[in-house]
């Protein structure tokens, strides 16, 4: 488990930095920190792996304050987005070279990289050097070195950066499986919300320096607590919006039935409705006249852009002809309050 309760932290002689970080990883699971260039993750890893120190606040892995300890004490795995492995070094010295670190002797130190070799699938590699490997393998090696010593956590900046598209697919199934099968605590770094949904249990949304939501992947998507977080977690249509009535508000689209009973008379809000959920067909509730700009062909699906009541709207799906009509189910219509 690893915790930060109140981490603030600002460099020397800067406004830049983390505010206020709350975050709890549970044991074995994997927290995925997801945000723009220079919203604070990399300043993030960099306080856990003990590179920096914070201003105020505690970290805690498995119960144990690691605020004072170095970034040796800390027992941390980290793989770097350039993997960072010794040229002159083979795959198998490269595993084996933090046992030697921690003065493991040579049998012992080779027949537990020999094992890790099997377990991260460079099996036959093993005296090779890292230049005359693929780009997946060098990730493969960088990954085994970093979890030789059993680590108590495995930290993974941008691990996927460097490689093709279909290739990170790949690695980002191969690592998920990895993770899973040794129970490591893990935290990953990344701007590619693809590779956040598909890998991890929780994404935590960074932005300026803050967490604007900590939450399960679909949770994150269907129910984003702020406009910022809709806006970045996938594509959105958001709206500004005022109550007219419990389960009922109007926006630049007109009226609209939405699942709120709560909802207050006067109260402003936003709304969100993802692309996906628009459907060409008359619905019983929300059903609007469309003009039609044009549509872009994605091959599975297709997103026509349309005008309803002066409003530009997305729509995605099966939507093969322009649609002449959009419907929206009352409880695919988020409300951001
Ligand atoms: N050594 C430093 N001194 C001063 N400011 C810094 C330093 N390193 C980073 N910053 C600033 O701190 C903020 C957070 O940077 P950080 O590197 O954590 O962002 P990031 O989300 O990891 O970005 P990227 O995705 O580009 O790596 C940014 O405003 C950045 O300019």
Request: some cysteine; hydrophobic content about 40%.
């Amino acid at each position: 488990m690893i915790e930060f309760n109140n981490i603030s932290f600002r460099y020397p002689g800067s406004n830049s930095g983390v505010n206020d970080i709350n975050l709890t990883i549970n044991k074995g699971e994997l927290l995925a920190i997801l945000g723009q260039s220079g919203s604070g993750k990399t300043t993030l890893l960099k306080l856990i792996a003990g590179f920096e120190k914070p201003d105020s606040g505690i970290i805690r892995v498995n119960n144990k304050d690691i605020t004072p300890l170095s970034c040796q004490q800390r027992n941390l795995g980290i793989v770097f987005q350039d993997y960072a492995l010794f040229p002159h070094m083979t795959v198998l010295e490269n595993i084996a070279y933090p046992l030697k670190l921690k003065n493991i002797d040579k049998d012992s130190r080779l027949a537990r990289a020999a094992a890790m070799v099997q377990k991260t699938g460079l099996s036959g590699k093993e005296q090779m050097r890292p230049a005359n490997l693929s780009g997946g393998q060098q990730q493969r090696v960088a990954l085994a070195r970093a979890l030789i010593f059993e680590p108590s956590a495995l930290l993974l900046d941008e691990p996927l950066s460097a490689l093709d598209a279909g290739l990170r697919e790949d690695m980002r199934q191969e690592i998920r499986q990895l993770q899973q099968q040794l129970g490591i605590t893990t935290i990953l770094i990344t701007h590619d919300q693809e590779e956040a949904m598909s890998m991890a249990d929780q994404v935590a949304v960074m932005k300026n320096g803050r967490l604007l939501q900590v939450d399960r992947p679909a949770n994150l998507y269907h129910k984003p607590k702020t406009v910022d977080v809709a806006q970045f977690v996938g594509r959105a249509n958001i709206l500004p919006a005022i109550a007219l009535e419990a389960d009922r508000i109007e926006c630049a689209l007109g009226q609209l039935q939405v699942h709120a009973p709560e909802l207050k008379a006067g109260q402003q809000l936003h709304i969100m409705i993802r692309p996906e959920h628009w459907s060409p067909i008359a619905g019983e509730h929300n059903t609007f006249a469309v003009e039609h700009l044009n549509t872009v062909f994605w091959g599975p699906t297709c997103q026509a852009t349309v005008m309803i009541n002066g409003t530009t709207i997305k729509a995605e799906g099966q939507l093969h002809t322009p649609p002449t009509n959009l419907s929206i189910h009352p409880e695919h219509i988020h409300l951001i309050s």
